[in-house]
């Protein structure tokens, strides 16, 4: 009776036409790298903010971001695009635990959580302990109301090309989600392997 919670993402026409691959191999290269860097030990907030800078760096190879990568994130520029956290633990619930409060469950005295838009959202923010698992599940979306409140205000303006990413408005987003076993060492994909690569 334990939960899964996995999500991918196909075009609407049935083949990547060039700007949708582009954009789903930002989010893929996001689910693959935050899978690898998954161990005890490490923070899943770190988990997290490798995942923002992913989407970032790949963002900014686009044009649609610019600037210092490491800088835009700490600005929270990455979030107008992955406007959540990466994952949760999941158990005989999807969202196991939290109904004790997310703040009792994903985070503690060292580890508080942000305040920040999108990193507010991070469900659990502590270490990674072998025997949790978690969900891993970048996501890029182009959402039209929030860009335009972002452009109006000005919102990360030093890290988004506005013009350029009004061109993207019709676009939809793009989630990939997988679930993991912390292990001793590292992690382990649960369930069998669900194909997530363009091919």
Not at 65 to 82: N, Q, S, T
Request: overall charge positive; hydrophobic content about 35%.
């Amino acid at each position: 009776h334990y939960a899964s919670d996995i999500t991918r993402t196909s075009p609407v026409g049935g083949k990547f036409d060039q700007r949708q691959k582009e954009i789903y191999e930002i989010v893929l290269k996001a689910n693959v790298e935050t899978i690898k860097a998954s161990a005890p030990g490490i923070l899943n907030r770190d988990v997290h903010f490798k995942a923002a800078e992913i989407i970032t760096s790949g963002l900014k190879d686009l044009g649609l971001m610019k600037g210092d990568v490491k800088e835009a994130v700490k600005a929270g520029a990455h979030a107008l695009f992955f406007p959540h956290g990466l994952g949760h633990m999941m158990g005989l619930d999807v969202h196991d635990m939290e109904g004790l409060g997310e703040n009792n469950v994903g985070y503690n005295e060292t580890v508080k959580r942000s305040s920040q838009f999108g990193t507010a959202y991070l469900r659990m923010g502590k270490e990674l302990k072998p025997g949790m698992v978690m969900t891993i599940e970048p996501g890029l979306y182009f959402i039209p109301t929030l860009i335009d409140i972002w452009k109006s205000k000005g919102t990360c303006k030093d890290f988004i090309n506005f013009d350029k990413v009004e061109k993207y408005k019709d676009f939809g987003g793009v989630r990939i989600e997988d679930d993991i076993l912390i292990t001793s060492k590292g992690c382990r994909v649960l369930g069998k392997a669900i194909p997530k690569t363009v091919k």
